[in-house]
């Protein structure tokens, strides 16, 4: 399924998810610069990954060595998930981002929002690294070296706030199912679905080696949790209570 719209109004401009978005794809367009696109890709591109991505492996490398705390790796939590690995994980990261970010602004503030959206980037990858590390004490497969990119954890929390904020809101999505149609499926079941996939893809990922790469369901299923905890949390407050708002009851 891919969203296309959904139909909660916003009453504010969501400058901070117009922000984020252009902060990704001018990222993106940087990576292209540097050669990602070449096949194989350039040098360049390899040393910029490297990098700035979260590698399971530093990090947890320094975590075992508290005294040598420095910014890399311990800031590649926060720099991965501005980065891309091609267009199409840059597209479908953004068009989530388009369609739930502006709602959890609204209802959030915006520099409330900001502080939402990396606290659940960063949680995402943090749930990654922890994950690889029980994998690896259990003896199951080896900490990943294979950098982490993209910023689908810090938009698991948009889900993840949205679903509990916005249960029955519709997302207008694009199904393929034999045939292709596009169908109206409350937010309750499009991001309820969207978390049990992540969940039996990160099971079936258990134990197959971390270091072949693919898709990093438990930092997508991390950031998601992340959200759902921040917004439960924030809704406790009374100035987050008497903000305006139209609430889907």
């Excluded at 294979?146 to 904020?165: C, D, K, R």
């Excluded at 207008?172 to 679905?193: D, H, K, N, Q």
Aim: overall charge neutral.
């Amino acid at each position: 399924m891919i969203p296309l719209r959904d139909n909660n109004p916003v009453y504010r401009v969501p400058h901070v998810t117009y922000v984020l978005i252009t902060l990704n794809v001018l990222v993106y367009l940087y990576e292209v610069m540097l050669g990602s696109m070449r096949q194989p890709p350039s040098r360049e591109f390899a040393i910029f990954i490297i990098s700035y991505g979260a590698i399971p492996s530093e990090i947890v490398r320094v975590l075992l060595h508290p005294g040598q705390w420095f910014f890399y790796p311990m800031g590649t939590l926060f720099t991965s998930m501005f980065i891309h690995g091609g267009f199409w994980h840059l597209a479908g990261n953004m068009l989530f981002l388009y369609i739930f970010g502006d709602n959890i602004e609204d209802a959030l503030g915006h520099v409330r929002f900001l502080v939402f959206y990396l606290a659940c980037g960063i949680a995402a990858s943090a749930a990654h690294v922890g994950i690889d590390l029980i994998e690896a004490l259990l003896g199951l497969s080896p900490i990943s070296d294979i950098p982490m990119v993209g910023a689908s954890g810090a938009i698991g929390g948009i889900m993840g706030g949205y679903i509990l904020l916005y249960p029955r809101a519709r997302v207008l999505s694009l199904v393929f199912f034999f045939f292709i149609t596009v169908v109206e499926i409350p937010a309750l079941w499009f991001l309820g679905g969207w978390l049990v996939l992540q969940f039996l893809g990160g099971l079936n990922n258990i134990g197959a080696g971390s270091n072949v790469g693919g898709t990093a369901f438990w930092a997508h299923i991390g950031g998601f949790l992340m959200g759902m905890w921040l917004i439960r949390l924030w809704m406790k407050s009374r100035a987050y209570r008497e903000q305006p708002r139209i609430w889907w009851e």
